[in-house]
Nanobody, 123 residues
Framework: QLPFVESGGGLVQPGGSLRLSCVSS??????IGWFRQTPGNDREGIAY????????TYADSVKGRFTISGDLAKNTVYLQMNSLKSDDTAVYYC??????????????????WGQGTQVTVSS
């Protein structure tokens, strides 16, 4: 069983919206981040929510357009993505997360990435 199951991706036109979901019972008691990756590039941390699901941090690239939220009872973290751009095209993953100043990172001990969900923004 994968530790994280991401869903909700798809094909959307520029300016459109998607909501991603991330379910994990194993990591329900961790701060969680959303990360994204394009071919040939490292994963980029784009959104972070703390353990109690009350505080959030965003990368500059998505600030003002994306919103991360969590439902502790459902072991689920969401990523609402609005005003999507072609640059948002990537595979999106969730994972435990930590902050290094304002940079969102997965902890060095974490290696069990899920399959991710593909988001394609294109007309």
């Amino acid at each position: 069983q994968l530790p994280f199951v991401e869903s909700g991706g798809g094909l959307v036109q520029p300016g459109g919206s998607l909501r991603l979901s991330c379910v994990s019972s194993r990591y329900a008691a961790y701060a969680i981040g959303w990360f994204r990756q394009t071919p040939g590039n490292d994963r980029e941390g784009i959104a972070y929510i703390n353990l109690s699901r009350t505080a959030t941090t965003y990368a500059d690239s998505v600030k003002g357009r994306f919103t991360i939220s969590g439902d502790l009872a459902k072991n689920t973290v969401y990523l609402q993505m609005n005003s999507l751009k072609s640059d948002d095209t990537a595979v999106y993953y969730c994972a435990p997360a930590q902050l290094d100043r304002q940079t969102i990172l997965a902890p060095p001990w974490f290696a069990s990435w899920g399959q991710g969900t593909q988001v394609t923004v294109s007309s």
